[in-house]
């Protein structure tokens, strides 16, 4: 893994020849995000066509609790957050697809019980508020090896999911007994896709936080949607946002001396405004 890291950092150095990208802890934050925001771009636009954005924020605060609860039980924090994410989100598709309730109203309950669950553990031990700072806001800039290496297993999971039910989870996305009758297994595909958007989010959160992690997904997915008019294009578009957004903004972040991962947003935000900006001018047709 070393091996392969020093390759990649030594091909951004020779890609890369700016001051910006000559610390290594720079190169590390680049790479972290050219493979996380690619992965989360993707999601999101299956995420926004079903109108799920607040999912993905339930899921987000949800890291909250796990935080707390791998400090509390000694267990490292990367694996209870991926652990109870996971949990949250397939317990939020299992109760909607149960009681028919409106999938807002289901991420509602869920989104307010995990945080108050976090909140009182939080309050019994007031030891583990520091520990939560990196949590919160996002560290790019401290990414480990470890990370970089599930980063890129990650965007190859997202890479094979889309492969395999991007046209499911769109065609799901338009009529549930539409696709019933298309032979999609409805249920599993919805508990797989909030398997990935769990483990998306967890990802996405080392780059920008907790507090920021939904606009990692739905930013670059809204930009694509006032653009493109086909879904495929709307997937690559979103992509491509991704990677613009996070390039500027950890460029930007090292010259204006700012949050790398509010840089970030603020730089995908720009570009959903600009594509705003081309929906609104362009003729409809």
Aim: with cysteine; hydrophobic share 60%; aromatic share 8%.
């Amino acid at each position: 893994m070393d091996g392969i890291l020093s390759g990649v950092f030594a091909l951004m150095g020779h890609l890369l020849p700016f001051p910006f990208a000559e610390p290594a802890f720079m190169k590390r934050a680049l790479l972290g995000l050219l493979l996380v925001a690619p992965a989360a771009a993707a999601i999101g636009v299956p995420l926004v066509q079903h109108r799920m954005a607040f999912f993905s924020d339930a899921i987000g605060h949800s890291a909250f609790t796990g935080v707390a609860l791998g400090l509390i039980l000694g267990i490292s924090p990367s694996w209870t957050v991926v652990v109870f994410g996971a949990v949250v989100a397939v317990a939020i598709v299992l109760v909607r697809g149960r009681t028919g309730l409106s999938p807002d109203t289901v991420t509602g309950v869920f989104f307010s019980a995990v945080v108050a669950l976090g909140i009182a553990i939080i309050s019994r031990e007031r030891g583990l508020t520091r520990n939560l700072q990196a949590f919160l806001y996002g560290d790019p800039l401290a990414v480990t090896d470890a990370e970089l290496a599930w980063m890129a297993a990650l965007l190859l999971l997202v890479s094979a999911w889309l492969a395999l039910f991007y046209n499911r989870i769109l065609l799901l996305g338009i009529h549930e007994g539409f696709a019933r009758t298309k032979g999609v297994p409805v249920r599993a595909v919805e508990i797989s896709f909030a398997l990935v958007v769990a483990l998306v989010v967890t990802a996405a959160i080392r780059a920008v936080g907790i507090l920021l992690v939904t606009a990692l997904l739905v930013i670059p997915a809204a930009s694509a949607r006032n653009v493109a008019r086909a879904a495929a294009p709307a997937l690559w578009i979103s992509v491509g946002v991704a990677l613009l957004s996070g390039v500027s903004g950890i460029v930007a972040s090292w010259y204006l001396d700012t949050a790398t991962g509010a840089t970030v947003v603020l730089a995908a935000a720009c570009c959903f405004a600009f594509t705003a900006l081309y929906r609104a001018a362009r003729p409809e047709g």
